[in-house]
């Protein structure tokens, strides 16, 4: 295969996880050339933390125009990662926050494994489901706003950053894990196979450049306390799933989604230190 075919390979590939993991439409001609097929997404999952770059420019652009329009105000930081989180979430269609209602339900509903998955399956929402989504929209925010009390740089790198590596970890569970859930109606139907070591190393390729980038501007603790505790909140969630289900359903990597993008934020906030108050207003 020449470089040409690999390029176009390769941007159809990208275009059908942009389309399989967001709301944004590959319809018409496009869609036509792109094609589909369980291999193509399977292969497509590579490029899963690119996605995340879009939706992080999505919500580096709303953050950005609110904080910068809304002046110094106490309530900018608020009003800013409110709106961004808003927007991240009708972009991606709540795809990965249904993914973790599901679990909370099924979970924290019934500690028999089969019961669970059965309920994890109901698309109606729970109370462990709301439980658990307020919660996850309330530390988002509040962490997001300490960010930004920081300044508007540092919100902003924690959004790409998080965004983009909280996407590759759920690919990892796919990698070591086996998948548990009901095939034949599981959106994640195609990835129940392992991924390929070839498809994982071009899905960390995506996160490279981003935390470089993101190291040089907020410093190496910044990158470093993120991962850490993306990484922990998603080994927790695999440890947890290995418990109670010994594997992995399609929701399972929504919530890992969730809760990694999350750790990041709190490993950049605690690379900050603690806000000095004079300087904080």
């Not at 941007?11 to 996880?17: E, I, S, V």
């Not at 740089?153 to 086996?178: D, E, K, Y």
Request: hydrophobic share 55%.
């Amino acid at each position: 295969m020449n470089f040409e075919a690999l390029v176009h390979e390769a941007l159809r590939h990208y275009l059908l996880a942009l389309q399989f993991f967001t709301r944004i439409p590959v319809t018409g001609r496009l869609a036509a050339w792109v094609g589909f097929s369980p291999d193509m997404l399977r292969s497509a999952s590579a490029h899963f933390p690119g996605v995340g770059w879009v939706v992080a420019a999505c919500a580096c652009s709303v953050y950005a125009l609110l904080y910068l329009s809304l002046g110094p105000a106490p309530a900018t930081p608020w009003v800013a990662a409110a709106f961004s989180t808003a927007a991240t979430a009708l972009l991606t269609g709540g795809f990965h926050e249904d993914g973790l209602t599901d679990v909370a339900d099924g979970l924290g509903g019934s500690q028999e494994r089969e019961r669970a998955l059965d309920i994890m399956k109901d698309s109606r929402i729970g109370a462990f489901g709301a439980m658990a989504l307020t919660l996850t929209l309330l530390t988002k925010l509040g962490l997001l706003a300490l960010l930004g009390q920081r300044g508007l740089s540092p919100a902003l790198a924690a959004l790409v950053g998080a965004h983009v590596f909280s996407r590759l970890l759920p690919l990892l569970l796919v990698r070591t894990m086996v998948h548990v859930g009901d095939r034949a109606r599981s959106k994640s139907k195609p990835l129940a196979d392992q991924i390929t070591r070839a498809q994982l190393a071009g899905a960390a390729a995506w996160c490279i450049v981003p935390l470089a980038i993101i190291a040089l501007g907020e410093g190496l603790g910044f990158v470093l306390l993120g991962v850490l505790f993306s990484g922990f909140a998603a080994a927790l969630l695999a440890r947890w799933f290995w418990l109670r289900l010994q594997g992995f359903t399609g929701d399972c990597l929504g919530a890992v989604q969730q809760l990694s993008e999350i750790g990041f934020y709190l490993g950049a906030a605690l690379a900050l230190g603690p806000l000095v108050r004079g300087a904080g207003g």
